[in-house]
């Protein structure tokens, strides 16, 4: 067990319709990235919040959006959505900001979403 | 541009055997360089990660890993592979200078197959 906890484990919706993707990192890190892990494309990086602000965005669509609140969980925000956004979504967290040499991402266990 | 190639989608090997896992990498700056597992319906868990320093690292379940700088080369080793062993293995690299600081980027994953 990582310490990262998302919710739900599981999502089926529809097309057009939107979600929210939640996330709370470990006790004590204070950046959230998120990814999106599907048979095409990958494990892609999508965005990171580090203590509240933005600190670097990926391939995320416009469609998405994310924020981090001051007890520093995360959600990710899905609208409009396509078949192609069925994925896993991971989200994951690390202590700092992203630039310490030996700073590491854990994971957790991702939300599956299926567009239907 | 940063990136990661796992040149085999698959690697199967007998119990008792030794593993590799082969992975090359390339980044504008230094290599911070990892690899990660994930079980089925699990997320990724952090297996090692090489900084800097003694080019052989070791991990977690009796993991290691070997960084080549001249070869651009970061392969997961283990001496004798388990049954339980199987899984689909990510190696991940993050550049230490630029906007992208922070940003992990996969492999597209080798599945790991270890037959009884």
């Known amino acids: 067990d990582s310490g990262v906890t998302q919710t739900p484990k599981h999502l089926i919706t529809a097309t057009g319709q939107r979600v929210t993707l939640r996330c709370s990192p470990r006790?004590?890190?204070?950046?959230v990235y998120w990814y999106q892990q599907s048979l095409d494309q990958g494990l892609q990086f999508l965005i990171q919040?580090?203590?509240?602000?933005?600190?670097a965005k990926g391939n995320i669509l416009e469609r998405f959006s994310a924020q981090q609140f001051p007890d520093l969980h995360s959600e990710l925000n899905l609208s409009s959505l396509e078949l192609g956004d069925s994925a896993l979504y991971f989200c994951?967290?690390?202590?700092?900001?992203?630039?310490?040499?030996?700073?590491?991402?854990?994971f957790g266990p991702g939300t599956r979403l299926l567009v239907l | 541009a940063q990136s990661v190639a796992q040149p085999e989608d698959q690697v199967n090997v007998a119990e008792g055997n030794p593993l590799t896992v082969k992975c090359t990498y390339s980044?504008?700056?230094?290599?911070?360089l990892f690899w990660y597992v994930q079980y089925p319906n699990r997320g990724l868990q952090f297996l090692l990660k090489?900084?800097?320093?003694?080019?052989l690292v070791k991990g977690s379940y009796g993991f290691e890993a070997e960084f080549n700088k001249s070869q651009t080369s970061f392969h997961l080793k283990k001496p004798s592979a388990l049954v339980s062993d199987s899984a689909l293995y990510f190696c991940?690299?993050?550049?230490?200078?630029?906007?992208?600081?922070?940003?992990?980027?996969f492999g597209r994953g080798t599945q790991l197959t270890v037959w009884p």
């Open positions: 994951a967290s690390s202590v700092g900001g992203g630039g310490l040499a030996g700073e590491t991402q854990y």
């Open positions: 006790s004590g890190d204070l950046s």
């Open positions: 919040y580090y203590n509240g602000e933005e600190r």
């Open positions: 980044v504008s700056g230094n290599p911070y």
């Open positions: 090489y900084i800097t320093g003694d080019n």
């Open positions: 991940a690299v993050r550049d230490d200078r630029g906007s992208t600081l922070g940003r992990l980027y």
